[in-house]
C-alpha cells in the first residue's frame, strides 16, 4: 500500500509515518517545516524516523530517504503549493493519503487568522483536488475536538451539533468536515474525519500544556493556569491515537448506494481529568511542584472537552490502553532524555 502523510515532521504525522512504515508499507512524509514552534523539534524527529537532515536543514522539494524503514520517503511540501503536490501526485500514484498538515493551535489562530486559511482551508482544497484528479481512493485527515466548541452535553458524540465554533482554528477544521463530505459525494472518494482530542506524549508540541508546563517546571517559572484551573481535558497518549488512526486507514467506509462515503469518529481517551490533576500528575513525574499563576479564561479556549469514542471502538475496534500516570511518565522521561532537541535551551 503507498501512502501519503502531510505533516510528517509533526507531531502525530511524524509517529504515524514510522509505524506505517515500520509494518512494511511504501510510505511517503510531506511537510513544509513551518517555524510555528521551534523547527529543532521537527528536524529531530525526521532524525529519529531515520532521515539524514544535514546542517541546513531539508531544502525545498528535496527527497529524504529514511536509513531505518524500508520504503519511507520525506520531501519538503507545502500543500498550499497545488503545483508541487499535483507533481508529486502524479508521479506516486497514493493509494491512500492522510492529511496531517495544518496550522494547529486555537490561541494561535486569534492573533494570525490568515496561516489558518492558508493551510487548513486551501492547502486542505488542494488534498481533495489532487484526490480527485489522481484517483485516490480513500482520504483520512485530521479534524479536532475544537468543533465540539462550547458543547455542554457530555460526552462529545458524533451525533452533537457541531455549529457554533469558538475559535477560527475550530472553524477551519469543522469547514473541513464539510468540503470532504462534499468531495466524497461528488467524486466518490472515501474520507473519514478523525476529531483528535488533546494529544500528548513524547516528541509533543511545545505550544501545548504538556510542554509549556514540564519547562516551566524545570526552569523554576510559574506555569499559566487558565480560567484559575478550572478545565477538564480528555488528554490522550500519542501511540492510542497513531494505532487507532492507523486502524481507520485500513478500515475505509462502506459504500452506500447514492451516498457519500464520509464519516467522522471521535478519538480521544474518554477519561477527561481535570487541569489540576493533570498537573499534579506532572509535578509528581518531574518531582518538582510547579509556580503556578492563575489566570482567567483565554478566548478561543472551552471548559471541557470529553469523547465518546464508542463508535469508534465498535467500528473499528479502537481501544485506548494509556493511563495518564504512564503516558506522563513516559512524556517527562523522553523530555530529560538527549533525544529532546529542546533540551539544549535550559
Ligand atoms: N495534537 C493535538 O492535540 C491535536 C488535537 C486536535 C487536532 N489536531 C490536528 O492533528 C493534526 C496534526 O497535529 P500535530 O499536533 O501533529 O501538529 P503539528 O503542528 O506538530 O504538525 C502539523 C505539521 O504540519 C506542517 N504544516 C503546516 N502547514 C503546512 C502546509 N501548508 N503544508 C505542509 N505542511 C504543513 C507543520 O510544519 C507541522 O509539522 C493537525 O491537523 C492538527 O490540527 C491535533
Known amino acids: 500500500m503507498k501512502?501519503?502523510?502531510?505533516?510528517?515532521?509533526?507531531?502525530?504525522?511524524?509517529?504515524?509515518?514510522?509505524?506505517?512504515?515500520?509494518r512494511g508499507d511504501s510510505v511517503v512524509g510531506i511537510d513544509n517545516i513551518n517555524d510555528y514552534y521551534d523547527v529543532r523539534l521537527k528536524y529531530g524527529r525526521l532524525r529519529s524516523a531515520g532521515f539524514?537532515?544535514?546542517?541546513?536543514?531539508?531544502?525545498w522539494g528535496e527527497e529524504l530517504r529514511s536509513s531505518l524503514y524500508g520504503d519511507c520517503r520525506f520531501v519538503r511540501l507545502s500543500i498550499d503549493d497545488k503545483h508541487g503536490l499535483d507533481t508529486i501526485?502524479?508521479?506516486?500514484?497514493?493509494?491512500?493519503?492522510?492529511?496531517?498538515?495544518?496550522?494547529?493551535?486555537?490561541?494561535y489562530s486569534i492573533t494570525n487568522p490568515y496561516a489558518y486559511l492558508q493551510s487548513n482551508l486551501v492547502g486542505f482544497l488542494n488534498?481533495?483536488?489532487?484526490?480527485?484528479?489522481?484517483?485516490?481512493?480513500y482520504l483520512v485527515y485530521a479534524?479536532?475536538?475544537?468543533?465540539?466548541?462550547?458543547?455542554?452535553?457530555?460526552?462529545?458524540?458524533?451525533?452533537?451539533?457541531?455549529?457554533?465554533?469558538?475559535?477560527?482554528?475550530?472553524?477551519?477544521?469543522?469547514?473541513?468536515?464539510?468540503?470532504?463530505?462534499?468531495?466524497?459525494?461528488?467524486?466518490?472518494?472515501?474520507?473519514?474525519?478523525?476529531?483528535?482530542f488533546t494529544v500528548y506524549g513524547p516528541w509533543g508540541r511545545p505550544d501545548m500544556s504538556p510542554m509549556l508546563f514540564a519547562t516551566a517546571i524545570e526552569k523554576g517559572e510559574p506555569i499559566k493556569v487558565f480560567n484559575n484551573g478550572?478545565?477538564?481535558?480528555?488528554?490522550?497518549?500519542?501511540?492510542?491515537?497513531?494505532e487507532g488512526t492507523i486502524k481507520v486507514?485500513?478500515?475505509?467506509?462502506?459504500?452506500?448506494?447514492?451516498?457519500?462515503?464520509?464519516?467522522?469518529?471521535?478519538?480521544?481517551?474518554?477519561?477527561?481529568?481535570?487541569?489540576?490533576?493533570?498537573?499534579?500528575?506532572?509535578?509528581?513525574?518531574?518531582?518538582?511542584?510547579?509556580n503556578k499563576e492563575f489566570l482567567p479564561m483565554q478566548p478561543g479556549d472551552v471548559y471541557q472537552t470529553n469523547a465518546d469514542t464508542s463508535r469508534l471502538e465498535t467500528e473499528i475496534g479502537y481501544h485506548p490502553c494509556h493511563t495518564?500516570?504512564?503516558?506522563?511518565?513516559?512524556?517527562?522521561?523522553?523530555?530529560?532524555?538527549?533525544?529532546?532537541?529542546?533540551?539544549?535551551?535550559?
Open 230 to 242: 478550572d478545565m477538564i481535558r480528555d488528554f490522550t497518549y500519542i501511540d492510542d491515537i497513531v
Open 249 to 290: 486507514i485500513d478500515t475505509p467506509p462502506a459504500e452506500e448506494e447514492g451516498k457519500a462515503s464520509a464519516r467522522v469518529y471521535n478519538i480521544g481517551c474518554s477519561h477527561p481529568v481535570k487541569l489540576m490533576d493533570f498537573i499534579s500528575e506532572i509535578e509528581q513525574a518531574m518531582g518538582h511542584e510547579a
Open 52 to 59: 539524514e537532515t544535514g546542517a541546513d536543514g531539508v531544502k
Open 89 to 107: 501526485f502524479a508521479k506516486e500514484g497514493f493509494d491512500k493519503v492522510v492529511n496531517l498538515a495544518a496550522q494547529a493551535g486555537v490561541r
Open 3 to 22: 501512502i501519503l502523510v502531510t505533516g510528517a515532521a509533526g507531531f502525530i504525522g511524524s509517529r504515524l509515518m514510522m509505524l506505517l512504515a515500520e
Open 143 to 196: 479534524s479536532s475536538s475544537s468543533v465540539y466548541g462550547t458543547n455542554e452535553k457530555v460526552p462529545y458524540s458524533e451525533d452533537d451539533k457541531v455549529d457554533s465554533p469558538v475559535s477560527l482554528y475550530a472553524a477551519t477544521k469543522k469547514s473541513n468536515e464539510l468540503m470532504a463530505h462534499a468531495y466524497s459525494k461528488l467524486y466518490g472518494i472515501k474520507v473519514t474525519g478523525l476529531r483528535y
Open 127 to 137: 488534498i481533495l483536488e489532487a484526490c480527485r484528479n489522481f484517483k485516490v481512493g
Open 324 to 346: 495518564l500516570h504512564e503516558g506522563i511518565g513516559k512524556f517527562v522521561e523522553w523530555y530529560r532524555s538527549a533525544d529532546n532537541p529542546l533540551r539544549e535551551n535550559q
